[in-house]
Structure formats: structure tokens, C-alpha cells
């Protein structure tokens, strides 16, 4: 079974940057993606991109290209996710979730990071 | 991409089935089959209900079921029950190989 354990909650300042990590254990993700997905305060799931494990190619959503940078380390089998230039709308908690290859599944899913960006 | 159109809410009474919509366009919806449906309590990660519009993950009740016409997907509960009481989201692949989701629906059990 896929387990996700993502790092703690962050507090930013505006214009800052913040890298998140999610550590994934229990199962060899091959032919996986994973995927980033945050929730602001009391609103719905906005989608931000996905990694492909195997081999590193990744796809952002259109809003997210210009500071959003997903990465995957294999040897320790941990993804991450680093977001620039942070305003107050980015305060959110932020997933990330694997979804074996060509399923469009999201089977697994981290327990959520907290990022809060105040002056 | 925009986020797919779902209703604000939607309640029942236990026992009874209820139906949530998620409109998209032709661009997601319309033109692939990989509309999938996430439950989600207050405070919790989403968890898949529904996978490829119908498809129903492992270990996930027989009450919750998916269709699909046009661009607007469906997910149906029946026998509705307490512990169904959560957001429900829809999430579409779409387009230059994103997702995009929808803007949630609130299930209450009256």
C-alpha cells in the first residue's frame, strides 16, 4: 500500500518561496504520476500539475508555469514542489497524490501541507 | 482551464439516492472518458470514489455509481447515508494533457 507523508506546515512571507516534500513509502512507484493539488481556506480543489516517476517530464497548469517547479528524487523516493514569488491567494493546503500511469486515478494522497503567506 | 460547473449543494434523506452534476466543455468532459469523483470530509485528504466516469475503485461502496452524456458527468448515490455527508469533487482530464476540477458540491443529510 502507497503511503505519502508530506513535510509540515510553512509560514512566508510575500515574494518568498516555499518547497514542500512528500515522501513516498510502501510501494515502488513505477509507472506512476504524481500530482500537486491545493486547497485555499473553505474553497474547492485546484489542480497544478503532475511528474511522471519514471521519467521526469512534467505538465503544469497554465496559471502555475512561471513559478511552479515539481521535481522527483528517486533514491529517496520523495517529490516536492517548490512555489516562487508567493502571494497571500497562494495560502492554501497543498497535496500531492499518485495516480498509477494512464488510470487519470488519484489512488493516494498525502495528508496536506499547510502554506500561509503573511507579512 | 475553467473549473467544471457542479451545484453548490445537494441534501437528502437517508435512503434516498441523490445525483450530482459536473458540466465541462468539449474540450475535457465531452472528449475523454477519464471523469473521476472524490469525496472529501472537513479536514481530509480526497479520496476517490469514482475513476473513468463509472469505474468503481476497489474497496468503494456499490452505492456510489458515475455516467457521463454529453459534456456533464454524474455521480449518483443511492441509499444515502450519514457517513455520505462530505464535499464531493469532479475532476476531468482535459486538453494539452491537464486536469482540471470541479467547483464542489456539498452533500447533506437531512
Known amino acids: 500500500q502507497v503511503q505519502l507523508v508530506q513535510s509540515g506546515a510553512e509560514v512566508k512571507n510575500p515574494g518568498a518561496s516555499v518547497k514542500v516534500s512528500c515522501k513516498a513509502s510502501?510501494?515502488?512507484?513505477?509507472?506512476?504520476?504524481m500530482h500537486w493539488v491545493r486547497q485555499a481556506p473553505g474553497q474547492g480543489l485546484e489542480w497544478m500539475g503532475w511528474i511522471n516517476l519514471n521519467s521526469g517530464d512534467t505538465k503544469y497548469a497554465q496559471r502555475f508555469q512561471d513559478t511552479f517547479i515539481m521535481t522527483w528524487d528517486t533514491s529517496i523516493t520523495t517529490a516536492y514542489m517548490e512555489l516562487t514569488s508567493l502571494k497571500s491567494d497562494d495560502t492554501a493546503v497543498y497535496f500531492c497524490a499518485a495516480e498509477p500511469g494512464g488510470t487519470s486515478r488519484n489512488d493516494h494522497w498525502g495528508q496536506g501541507t499547510l502554506v500561509t503567506v503573511s507579512s | 482551464q475553467s473549473a467544471l460547473t457542479q451545484p453548490a449543494s445537494v441534501s437528502g434523506s437517508p435512503g434516498q439516492s441523490i445525483t450530482i452534476s459536473c458540466t465541462g466543455t468539449s474540450s475535457n468532459v465531452g472528449s475523454h472518458n477519464r471523469v473521476s469523483w472524490y469525496q472529501q470530509h472537513p479536514g481530509k485528504a480526497p479520496k476517490v470514489v469514482i475513476s473513468e466516469v463509472s469505474k468503481r475503485p476497489s474497496g468503494v461502496s456499490n452505492r456510489f455509481s458515475g455516467s457521463k452524456s454529453g459534456n456533464t458527468a454524474s455521480l449518483t448515490i443511492s441509499g444515502l447515508q450519514a457517513e455520505d455527508e462530505a464535499d464531493y469533487f469532479c475532476?476531468?482530464?482535459?486538453?494539452?494533457?491537464?486536469?482540471?476540477f470541479g467547483t464542489g458540491t456539498k452533500v447533506t443529510v437531512l
Open positions: 510502501g510501494y515502488t512507484l513505477t509507472d506512476y504520476y
Open positions: 475532476c476531468s482530464y482535459g486538453d494539452g494533457d491537464t486536469y482540471v
